[in-house]
């Protein structure tokens, strides 16, 4: 029996994304309208934001133990959370965790390598191009990056924010980004981390000047992996 997927939500429009490419996407390993069995829990992204408005990142880790707590006894058999931003609380969450973790960095590091970049442009909101969320996993794999600057961060923040999570998509924002990944091409970066699991719902393939690594559907795809093939 494939194992049951708990998504520990934050932001509704990327965990909709990653819900959606899980069960679109199942039946390529299991068969017509098949995916694993899957759950979710979130809470208000607003008590998510108010936290992370404070920088505290334990306050975010204890939303998501609780939302943990809850698919466990669901009876998920492992978690993903389909939002960048507030894995900076996992190492705070993992050992305090009832199941393990799949990490979104993770996932996005080993498609790179398995693809063959080498510098990753990074964008996302502020807080997650701030940290060391990403900067942790691509080092330990070999693989360096470049960040916006800092105005850039902060208008990308904004469309994240004011714009994608509530479902605004805008010809202006997919400009932005797109000027943005063409300065860090020019930069020498051969790949860009989507690493808000909104961004993809904007900028893909074919309207980016670099090949695209989509954190949310990579994501999807590991854990339908281990759900289907562990």
Sequence with gaps: MPKHIGIVACSAEGAALCYRTICVEGEQLMGKHAHPEVSMHTFSLDDYMQAIYRDDWQAVGELMLASAHKLAKSGA?????PDNTIHQALPYVEPHSPLPWLHIAE?????????????????????LVDSNVYPEKLEARGLSYLRPTPAERDEINRIIFEELVRGVFQPQAVAYFQRVI????????????LGCTEIPLI?????????TLDSTRLLARAALNRAVRD
């Design 107 to 127: 996932c996005v590091a080993a498609q790179a390598v398995e693809r063959g970049y080498r510098r990753l442009a990074l964008t996302g909101t502020r807080y």
């Design 203 to 211: 900028m893909n393939d074919g309207n980016s000047a670099l090949p």
């Design 182 to 193: 063409a300065r860090l091409k020019d930069e020498g970066c051969d790949a860009v981390v």
């Design 77 to 81: 058999d492992f978690l993903i959370c």
